[in-house]
């Protein structure tokens, strides 16, 4: 007899690193802590502090794995 199961999957992004440049060539470091709600730059940049926090609010705990699967 074949017994169907379903199966939930959660895939959670944790961590990420991005690097922005400028025109000028001055290379900036994103590391985004999407679990924990939290973000640092390796230099100041205010564009780049508010690009973060917006990926914050739109990515914090969001099961990616459900979305792509709707």
Sequence with gaps: MLVKMKM???FYID???YRAEDSSGKVILVNIDYWN???EL???NKRLERVAK???K???KV???DKLLK
Excluded: E
């Design 37 to 39: 709600n939290s973000f």
């Design 58 to 60: 739109r990515k914090h």
């Design 54 to 56: 917006d990926l914050l």
């Design 15 to 17: 961590k990420a690193k």
């Design 8 to 10: 939930t999957i959660k």
């Design 42 to 44: 390796s230099g100041s």
């Design 63 to 65: 099961n990616f794995a």
